[in-house]
Structures are given as C-alpha cells and as structure tokens.
C-alpha cells in the first residue's frame, strides 16, 4: 500500500496475494470497485478513449 510509510522497511514484506486480501476485505465496494478513504485531496487521470 502506497499510504504505508515504512512498507519497504517491513520484513518480511507482505505477498501479493496478502495485500490483495486485504484490499478486497476492507475496500471493496458493493458495485464492485474499490474506494479508500483519505483525508488528502486526489488527483485522478483517465486515459482517453482511443
């Protein structure tokens, strides 16, 4: 998780499949995307349809 300051310093570090369990379990939206809660202001870039 990019908001987890001291991730790359953790050993061990968690697995992929870890980190997506936990995603699913905690952010998961009924529709079926993903929303994590923040407190700073988002920028998001879509990528144009081609």
Known sequence: MVN???????DPRPTRAALTAYVRQHFTRPDGGYA???TQDMLIVRRSPS
Not at 4 to 10: F, K, S
């Open 36 to 38: 994590i809660g923040h």
């Open 4 to 10: 987890v300051a001291d991730l790359a310093a953790l």
